[in-house]
């Protein structure tokens, strides 16, 4: 049974809109949650990051909004651009707000368009 | 150079044979990780070390499976009599700091592409 999912295997946009990438986790206990970023034949490269005790981390172009409630997790990227065309992970750990064991969504691969 | 690196990137191998995967984490890093990454899925978890001790090996999907950091920095990741389901993406990752003492990233290697024909 997959604790992190992203339901959206692909996702087109034009440059200069917003891109919205959403996660959807089951476990509780899950406390810090992360989105990597995948060139091809590349390994992740973190992105952005954001601690359960929080709603909102701003990084730039990039934010992730928390909503623990409805277990749910979004990364908006304002304005996209086509560099950021890549496959985006989010992942999500319980250990006490460490990375240890992160637990990984499929990914979705977002293609920005010019 | 300052980032994870492994090796080989790629590794073709015949079913049934024995390959070693290296993994040289980012000099002083005391946490390492190791993944695995299937087709169209996220990485998966296998394995972590704290310096040269193996605290966490259980997403290892079978005894086949090894790993070692014997000196707290390199890591090779084993898997012996090779069979096709043990073709994926390897991922090692290194973190600074210890797992579960705050939250840190995790940088990651390239990963080495193993298929096993």
């Known amino acids: 049974d997959q604790q992190v999912k992203q339901n959206s295997p692909s996702l087109s946009v034009q440059e200069g809109r917003i891109s919205i990438l959403n996660c959807d986790y089951t476990n509780s206990m899950f406390d810090y949650f992360l989105w990597y970023k995948k060139y091809p034949a590349e390994g992740p490269t973190f992105l952005i990051s954001i601690s359960s005790i929080k709603d909102k981390n701003e990084d730039g172009r990039f934010t992730v909004f928390l909503n623990k409630s409805a277990k749910h997790l979004s990364l908006h990227i304002v304005p996209s651009q086509p560099g950021d065309s890549a496959v985006y992970f989010c992942a999500a750990s319980a250990y006490g707000g460490s990375q240890g064991n992160l637990i990984f969504g499929k990914g979705t691969k977002l293609s920005v368009k010019p | 150079g300052a980032g994870v690196s492994q090796s080989p990137r790629y590794k073709v191998a015949k079913r049934g044979q024995d390959v070693a995967l290296r993994c040289d984490p980012i000099s002083g890093h005391v946490s390492l990780f190791w993944y695995q990454q299937a087709l169209g899925q996220g990485p998966e978890f296998l394995t972590y070390?704290?310096?040269?001790?193996?605290?966490?090996k259980s997403g290892l999907p079978s005894d086949r499976f090894f790993a070692e950091r014997p000196e707290g920095s390199v890591s090779t990741l084993k898997i012996q009599r090779t069979q096709q389901e043990d073709s994926a993406v390897y991922l090692c990752?290194?973190?600074?700091?210890?797992?579960?003492?705050?939250?840190?990233?995790?940088?990651f290697g390239p990963g080495t592409r193993l298929l096993v024909l």
């Open positions: 070390f704290q310096n040269e001790a193996q605290l966490d």
């Open positions: 990752a290194s973190m600074p700091g210890l797992a579960g003492w705050g939250g840190e990233t995790q940088y």
